[in-house]
């Protein structure tokens, strides 16, 4: 009923309007004037709006700017922060006074220049002069913005020090994981071969990558033995099939009870199956049998399977041979990391460099307050560096809000959830930092994972 | 007027002499049309081989996807301004199955983003913009008498119509089947590619590996696949083109219009087109590599990746490889989408500020500069993605460059309106509006060139409303102004003027509205493309609650806006049909477009071709004493060109 009524009201609405159309023509052709005629009326009625619509333009930016301020993400807490802050109310200053002068020359030339009786407009084809004045004045302007940014962009991607504390950010649809690179400051290997359920960071010891080898084994014979089992499924059918008497079905079932209970080798069981067609057709051992070929369905999943077959024994044979070219002695980096989710602490004042790794499709680790950014890229490493230098509690204080955290968001499409994929971060000062950090040293990725596996750290040392 | 070149001097355009006679010296081709091969309605509106009407049935498909595109914003942005709420607009749209309870679903959120950009891209604004006016306008303004190729032109509006429906089709995917036609077998070999509900959901960019693991999002199952198969074959439809009017433009122009004396529209057209046809293939080629590592198992932009619980053996690809190969298009896009508008615009106001357009060489230097630039620029789009700083550093200064060509055309505008006798149509209006959104849109540009200061505001709502305000609505105001102005000579008849005024006034309005307040969205920090923002409730209540006044400001503008382009569809439709007939040249301008008869012929002029002696701004010349002089006026003596 409602959807009626808006029709009929969008309905007459558009025949008013056209009645309207039409007898504003008709006092156009009383007067004998064109639609391309331009009332002087009109002319000037517009030509005062552009002034009208430039104040309204520009009191709509001042309000904007009284009302929600700079920036709502409060003050740059980070030393890399402040720098670009700078530069960028720099740059600001620099473009709104071309938008308000631009825009202002714009509007006052279309309200002043509009057409008035018995004036003539001016032909004024070219001035090299007046074109060099705005060709190099811009020049000028942008060298010296080039210049700045140049400058802040090779101090923002240079080299983390050497004693920059190291974070690997992990990220997969839609959460964020963190591992800090414990004692010794170093981050060990990983390869994303060695996921596995209690391992989700891929990290590399001797004993993941047996785990890893023995799973994916295991899973291999897993597909193996489901293939069989739908080649056998599909074999004993048609089998069944080929004759209609039912002494020879039952004891086509029995069979198969009895094979299927056992461990059997395809061929084997095929064998046994033929046996038994060739006792009850007579035909003996050398009969020759044509099947049907197997329906759509069980040829796609056994397509299926047989493709996921070849991609665990490509992944199988890397991990052996990973296996192989792998160096224990490396194992001490990697066991005592600390994996953190949820919250990513941090020290005020203390630099780090953050390496960044994604499981499944592009992610971007942003970082507003810190006014840090980089994308997370599946195969390829990508990384940053920065210093916090304001506590959460120094900058709850700056933004007057009790409940206020940093945060990490994700800044790069990534699927259904991605709106939600977030970290919250907490800056500490020193003491308070070292003393959580304490806390979690008593809980590495080895104790974790191998609390039993002492000897491996002894050997490795 | 001079006598013009017999007939044989001129290259036949293939299509128009189609089963004809070999003609006579000095005889008119238009005749032999008449006379022997009437049109029927098949040849003449549907085709046609006639690049007037092309432009028409570019124009046509193109409003209907610009369309689309905005209902489908609308959309987002109610979601965006009041999440959470039943709205009965998403349910009605959207149905049971995307927006159950009047709620819009996560994916499909993603899928109308998606969708937005790519039909407002490359469907309205290239193939609409372009498509139309270059058609139109190329074989008018050079006096020929139609496309180098008339079967080619038909041809790319086939495939752009082919595409387009492709793409519309996309929005109705469910489980593998289009408006319940399955397409494809879900069960052979090639599971997740033809299965999957809902259009593409990797953003109008779409990133792979996002687009390419049907696994990651319901879209890039069937969805991404209708994407990519339609936009092969609007690229396909955009090469076509291009070179057809890279053809037109340097073989067929008139007697006497040199290069130097093509009016400004023609130039940005053939720039436009140059890019289009240097750029496009290289889209093509990061499409079909994708397609390749979706269908055929190949791993050009997979590596080491875990999807769900899925672990694939591909290894050595890069995704990063897959954005400088769309971003080689993506950013002289930009300028295609661009230029053309900027063209238009420089014929506007000559037109109607009665000057010539002021330093019309720098105008052609800046078309070529902006053009070769565009080429040099992409990775600006790929600050953050871990390039190497010093490859950063060169586009840095690259990007900042085009700057200068800018602010040349903008001040080239500027000393073109001064001091001259302003006729507000409007499609002047339009015109000034362009420049200022051009200005407006165009500083920001300076900002987020910066790679230092990208790293801040990248992918965030301010470049939102950089990107929407300098290109989508200095586009859209570009393809308005076209509309008004040469809407005489497409349809022979005139739109009303004061529906026009109100069209204007409220879209200028309403679309900064929209898009302004999207700055301090950005500058707040605000991630684009999130479904909606309750993630800040965790951590910052303040910039939520700012966000959100400004979100509900945004979408109440959109609406608004999206509201009063019922006034132009109404004034477009009306006035097509019933609108008063249109004079000869009602813009009194001086180009050679106006000098055919209003009625359209095949052929253009049913006499002799017309000749040139002059440029196309002689508007208000001292020492003559009418207001403008025609590009077929011979120069009196004495006379200087300009």
């Known amino acids: 009923m409602e959807k009626i009524i808006i029709l009929i009201v969008l309905v007459t609405g558009v025949i008013a309007l056209a009645q309207l159309v039409r007898l504003y023509e008709l006092t156009y052709k009383?007067?004998?004037?064109?639609?391309?005629?331009?009332?002087?009326?009109?002319?000037?009625?517009?030509?005062?709006?552009?002034?009208?619509?430039?104040?309204?333009?520009?009191?709509?930016?001042?309000?904007?700017?009284?009302?929600?301020?700079?920036?709502?993400?409060?003050?740059?807490?980070?030393?890399?922060?402040?720098?670009?802050?700078?530069?960028?109310?720099?740059?600001?200053?620099?473009?709104?006074?071309?938008?308000?002068?631009?825009?202002?020359?714009?509007?006052?030339?279309?309200?002043?220049?509009?057409?008035?009786?018995?004036?003539?407009?001016?032909?004024?084809?070219?001035?090299?002069k007046l074109e060099m004045i705005w060709t190099i004045v811009p020049a000028v302007v942008l060298a010296v913005i080039i210049i700045l940014g140049l400058k802040s962009w090779s101090e923002l991607t240079a080299d983390a020090s050497k004693k920059a504390e190291k974070i690997e950010l992990f990220a997969y649809q839609f959460a964020w994981v963190a591992r800090y690179a414990g004692e010794d400051n170093t981050l060990g290997k990983f390869d994303y071969k060695l996921t596995t359920g209690n391992n989700e960071l891929a990290l590399m010891t001797g004993s993941t990558i047996d785990s890893s080898v023995q799973e994916m084994g295991k899973s291999i014979e897993a597909v193996e033995q489901k293939l069989k089992l739908i080649n056998f499924d599909y074999l004993s059918s048609e089998y069944r099939s080929l004759i209609s008497s039912s002494d020879y079905k039952s004891d086509v079932?029995?069979?198969?009870?009895?094979?299927?209970?056992?461990?059997?080798?395809?061929?084997?069981?095929?064998?046994?199956?033929?046996?038994?067609?060739?006792?009850?057709?007579?035909?003996?051992?050398?009969?020759?049998?044509?099947?049907?070929?197997?329906?759509?369905?069980?040829?796609?999943?056994?397509?299926?399977?047989?493709?996921?077959?070849?991609?665990?024994?490509?992944?199988?044979?890397?991990?052996?041979?990973?296996?192989?070219?792998?160096?224990?002695?490396?194992?001490k980096y990697t066991l005592n990391d600390i994996i953190q989710k949820d919250t990513l602490y941090l020290c005020k004042g203390r630099e780090y460099d953050f390496s960044f790794r994604a499981k499944d499709v592009i992610h971007s680790a942003y970082f507003p307050h810190f006014r840090a950014q980089m994308n997370v890229v599946p195969g390829m490493p990508t990384s940053f560096k920065f210093t916090p230098i304001l506590t959460t509690q120094e900058m709850r204080a700056s933004k007057n809000n009790d409940e206020f955290n940093y945060v990490i968001m994700c800044n790069k499409i990534c699927g259904g959830a991605?709106?939600?994929?977030?970290?919250?971060?907490?800056?500490?000062?020193?003491?308070?930092?070292?003393?959580?950090?304490?806390?979690?040293?008593?809980?590495?990725?080895?104790?974790?994972?191998f609390p039993n596996e002492e000897t491996e750290m002894i050997a490795a040392k | 007027m001079k006598k013009s070149k017999p007939f044989e001097e001129f290259v036949l355009p293939q299509g128009t002499n189609k089963g004809l006679k070999q003609p006579k010296l000095g005889e008119v081709l238009i005749d032999h049309d008449h006379d022997h091969e009437e049109e029927n309605f098949v040849s003449k509106y549907i085709f046609s081989h006639d690049h007037k009407m092309i432009g028409k049935q570019f124009l046509m498909t193109a409003v209907f996807m610009g369309l689309v595109a905005m209902m489908l914003s609308i959309l987002f942005r109610i979601q965006l301004a009041w999440p959470g709420e039943e709205s009965s607009v998403l349910s009605l749209f959207l149905g049971d199955t995307w927006a159950p309870d009047g709620i819009l679903k996560e994916d499909m959120y993603l899928g109308l983003v998606t969708l937005h950009g790519t039909?407002?891209?490359?469907?309205?604004?290239?193939?609409?913009?372009?498509?139309?006016?270059?058609?139109?306008?190329?074989?008018?303004?050079?006096?020929?008498?139609?496309?180098?190729?008339?079967?080619?032109?038909?041809?790319?509006?086939?495939?752009?119509?082919?595409?387009?429906?492709?793409?519309?089709?996309?929005?109705?995917?469910?489980?593998?089947?289009?408006?319940?036609?399955?397409?494809?077998?879900?069960?052979?070999?090639?599971?997740?590619?033809?299965?999957?509900?809902?259009?593409?959901?990797?953003?109008?960019?779409?990133?792979?590996?996002?687009?390419?693991?049907?696994?990651?999002?319901?879209?890039?199952?069937?969805?991404?696949?209708?994407?990519?198969?339609?936009?092969?074959?609007?690229?396909?439809?955009?090469?076509?083109?291009?070179?057809?009017?890279?053809?037109?433009?340097?073989?067929?122009?008139?007697?006497g219009m040199t290069m130097t004396r093509m009016p400004l529209t023609i130039w940005a057209f053939f720039v436009t087109a140059i890019l289009g046809t240097l750029s496009f293939p290289v889209l093509l080629s990061a499409a079909l590599l994708l397609l390749m590592d979706r269908m055929a198992g190949t791993s050009f932009y997979l590596s080491d990746i875990i999807v769900g619980s899925d672990m694939l053996a591909n290894h050595g690809g890069s995704p990063i490889l897959y954005q400088h190969l769309f971003w080689f298009l993506g950013h002289p896009e930009v300028y295609i989408v661009l230029l053309p508008a900027l063209g238009l615009s420089s014929e506007v106001i000559a037109t109607n500020s009665r000057k010539p357009i002021f330093g019309y060489k720098a105008m052609i230097g800046s078309i070529m500069a902006i053009g070769f630039l565009s080429f040099i620029v992409w990775g600006h789009h790929m600050f953050i993605t871990g390039m190497n700083p010093f490859l950063g550093s060169v586009f840095v200064f690259t990007t900042l460059l085009i700057a200068i060509p800018s602010a040349v055309k903008v001040f080239n505008y500027l000393t073109t309106l001064w001091k001259g006798s302003l006729v507000l149509t409007p499609a002047m209006m339009f015109a000034i509006g362009l420049v200022s959104t051009f200005i407006t849109g165009?500083?920001?540009?300076?900002?987020?060139?910066?790679?230092?200061?990208?790293?801040?505001?990248?992918?965030?709502y301010f470049v939102v409303a950089h990107f929407h305000i300098v290109m989508g609505m200095s586009a859209v105001f570009g393809m308005f102004a076209g509309v008004y102005h040469w809407f005489p000579k497409m349809f022979g008849r005139m739109m009303n003027t004061r529906l026009g005024y109100v069209?204007?006034?409220?879209?200028?309005?309403?679309?900064?509205g929209v898009f302004f307040p999207m700055h301090f969205v950005g500058l707040a920090g605000a991630p684009r493309r999130y479904y909606n923002?309750?993630?800040?409730?965790?951590?910052?209540?303040?910039?939520?609650?700012?966000?959100?006044?400004?979100?509900?400001?945004?979408?109440?503008?959109?609406?608004?806006?999206?509201?009063?382009q019922i006034i132009f569809l109404f004034n477009f439709f009306y006035s097509i049909f019933r609108g008063p007939r249109a004079p000869q040249n009602p813009w009194r301008s001086t180009t050679l477009e106006w000098t055919t008869p209003v009625e359209h012929v095949h052929g253009n002029w049913p006499g002799d071709l017309p000749t040139v002696h002059r440029w196309p701004y002689d508007y208000s010349k001292p020492g003559s004493d009418v207001d403008f002089i025609m590009q077929t006026e011979p120069l009196a003596e004495g006379e200087e060109e300009h």
């Open chain 1, 30 to 128: 009383l007067k004998d004037r064109g639609e391309h005629d331009i009332p002087n009326r009109d002319n000037n009625l517009n030509a005062k709006l552009m002034i009208g619509f430039m104040l309204f333009l520009f009191s709509g930016f001042i309000y904007l700017v009284l009302r929600f301020g700079w920036t709502g993400r409060g003050e740059a807490a980070s030393i890399q922060g402040v720098e670009t802050d700078w530069l960028l109310n720099i740059n600001f200053v620099i473009i709104i006074a071309v938008f308000f002068l631009t825009n202002f020359l714009l509007f006052f030339f279309s309200f002043k220049y509009v057409r008035k009786p018995g004036v003539k407009a001016k032909y004024y084809s070219h001035n090299n």
């Open chain 1, 253 to 331: 079932d029995e069979l198969v009870t009895e094979i299927s209970s056992s461990e059997f080798n395809l061929v084997g069981a095929e064998e046994q199956l033929k046996q038994l067609y060739g006792r009850y057709t007579g035909g003996g051992d050398h009969i020759k049998i044509t099947l049907n070929e197997p329906n759509d369905e069980t040829k796609s999943i056994i397509g299926d399977l047989e493709k996921d077959l070849s991609t665990k024994e490509r992944l199988y044979r890397s991990l052996v041979q990973m296996k192989q070219n792998h160096n224990p002695s490396q194992d």
């Open chain 1, 418 to 449: 991605h709106y939600k994929m977030k970290m919250i971060v907490v800056v500490y000062p020193e003491a308070e930092y070292d003393d959580w950090m304490a806390l979690k040293r008593k809980a590495t990725f080895k104790d974790q994972y």
């Open chain 2, 119 to 255: 039909i407002m891209v490359f469907f309205l604004l290239t193939g609409g913009l372009s498509g139309t006016f270059s058609n139109l306008l190329i074989p008018l303004q050079l006096g020929a008498r139609d496309m180098a190729s008339g079967f080619m032109n038909m041809l790319s509006y086939w495939f752009f119509f082919l595409s387009s429906l492709l793409m519309f089709a996309s929005l109705f995917i469910q489980e593998g089947a289009v408006f319940g036609i399955q397409i494809g077998d879900p069960t052979t070999s090639l599971p997740g590619v033809w299965d999957g509900s809902g259009p593409a959901m990797a953003g109008w960019t779409i990133y792979p590996p996002l687009s390419a693991l049907p696994q990651s999002v319901s879209g890039s199952g069937l969805g991404m696949t209708f994407w990519l198969f339609s936009m092969t074959i609007f690229i396909a439809s955009s090469l076509i083109g291009s070179l057809n009017y890279i053809v037109t433009v340097l073989n067929l122009r008139t007697k």
């Open chain 2, 442 to 460: 165009g500083v920001t540009g300076i900002i987020l060139a910066d790679s230092a200061l990208d790293i801040a505001i990248h992918d965030t």
């Open chain 2, 503 to 512: 069209h204007f006034w409220l879209t200028i309005i309403g679309a900064y």
């Open chain 2, 533 to 564: 923002y309750s993630v800040y409730q965790d951590f910052d209540q303040g910039a939520l609650d700012m966000m959100m006044d400004l979100n509900v400001i945004v979408t109440t503008f959109a609406i608004f806006s999206a509201v009063a």
